[in-house]
């Protein structure tokens, strides 16, 4: 015990005399790595968990401060705009240090992307490597390249996957929806509904909940156009209103308000462009408008 707390001591006393100076702002995190991960690993003495555990904590607190300072809404998987320049870096070492630290991975899958695409592509593909058995590490390499378009390796990532002991057969199914349909809405929905059932981490499940929400508006939107289209053709103009195509709204089991007005999933209504004759999000609502 003596030897253990020495040793966590001294790891931390001696990144701390080599960190470099902070900027004027006391929230900015230096972007400059100032040790390796093989430099912590001799002066962890044998206790790598504890080092890993030192960047992994770094790296939280180096994504929060970005995000505290920013000015704007972002989202888990698209904080690009934060520049974390090293992040990837940061969980690169942690992984080094504790090459099973899956929490780890998981957040580069998620927050990398955005940031360097292939770094997180290399940090999974590591992750593979180090834990042959990690049927989820999988998953999140084809996530990651169907993120990018490339269809036929994340069909390529998602196959290996089903390969693995213990993988669940959404994986092969995964991996042929890929190959069949890559890109479509249909995919993005299967995607996202497999993270919301199977992932234990409460931020990745919010995000795959609110990317299912803007999927279904997206749908109901889609819908939508296609009743409008329809009176016009009836009508020989645009609906100025939606009651005037409240019952088919109600046909089509839309949720309305009490002037007939269609809600999205969260209960903002639909806003009725008379003059281009479409159906767009209400400006309170809070479904994602960016993608």
């Known amino acids: 015990l003596v030897v253990c707390l020495g040793a966590g001591a001294g790891l931390t006393r001696w990144l701390e005399l080599r960190r470099p100076p902070q900027t004027t702002d006391a929230a900015q995190v230096s972007e400059d790595l100032y040790v390796s991960a093989s430099a912590a690993r001799r002066l962890a003495l044998g206790f790598d968990g504890l080092a890993a555990d ?8 180096y994504v929060g401060r970005k995000t505290t300072a920013h000015k ?11 520049q974390l320049n090293a992040l990837a870096p940061l969980l690169e070492r942690a992984t080094t240090l504790d090459p099973q630290f899956i929490a780890a991975y998981e957040y580069g899958a998620l927050v990398l992307p955005a940031v360097d695409a292939e770094a997180a592509v290399r940090l999974i593909e590591k992750g593979i490597r180090e834990n042959p ?3 989820r590490l999988h998953s999140y390499l084809g996530y990651i390249r169907w993120q990018q378009g490339r269809f036929a390796e994340a069909a390529a990532a998602y196959g290996a996957g089903a390969r693995v002991e213990g993988a669940p057969p959404w994986m092969s199914a995964m991996a042929a929806q890929m190959s069949t349909k890559g890109g479509s809405r249909e995919t993005s929905r299967a995607i996202y509904e497999v993270m919301f059932r199977t992932t234990d981490d409460e931020q990745m499940k919010a995000l795959a909940f609110r990317r299912l929400v803007q999927l ?42 009490a002037s007939g007005t269609p809600l999205d999933p969260t209960g903002v209504p639909y806003k009725l462009t008379g003059e281009r004759c479409d159906a767009e999000l209400g400006e309170r609502s809070e479904i994602l408008r960016n993608h």
């Open 133 to 135: 058995r990690a049927w």
């Open 216 to 257: 279904q508006s997206l749908d109901e939107r889609d819908a939508l156009r296609r009743l409008l289209s329809q009176q016009r053709e009836r009508a020989g103009r645009c609906p100025a209103d939606w009651r005037e195509i409240n019952a088919q709204l109600r046909a089509a089991r839309f949720k309305l308000d």
């Open 54 to 61: 030192w960047y992994w904590l770094r790296a939280l607190q």
């Open 72 to 82: 704007g809404v972002l989202q888990l998987d698209d904080l690009g705009p934060l």
